[in-house]
């Protein structure tokens, strides 16, 4: 005799590996957003940013923004972004070695 399948506990168990699927892209694109210095921006100018690169038809640009991707995980060993920093208290920059003020 075969064995019965529990079909409701197969799709509960996918459910829950594709909830956590999820979970983990989303707290990988936040991690990235952050280690970028994208945190910096305006919501309103970063969202505007990745429409473009959406929309994008121009191989060429999507190719030299897949590049400079690929360099930026390339490197190692990278303590801080040499890119100004903002505090977020009244837009004031601040070097990657300073303290905000």
Do not use: C, I
Not at 6 to 18: F, G, I, P, T, V
Not at 54 to 75: L, M, N, T
């Amino acid at each position: 005799m075969r064995k019965v399948r529990d079909y409701d506990a197969e799709l509960k168990a996918l459910n829950d590996k594709a909830k956590a699927l999820k979970a983990r892209k989303v707290q990988q694109l936040g991690e990235l957003v952050t280690s970028t210095g994208a945190d910096a921006l305006d919501l309103d100018v970063l969202a505007g940013a990745l429409l473009a690169a959406v929309a994008s038809a121009s191989a060429e640009e999507r190719e030299a923004w897949r590049s400079k991707g690929a360099a930026f995980f390339q490197r190692k060993g990278r303590k801080a972004t040499l890119r100004p920093r903002y505090d977020g208290k009244d837009g004031n920059e601040t070097g990657a070695g300073e303290a905000p003020r």
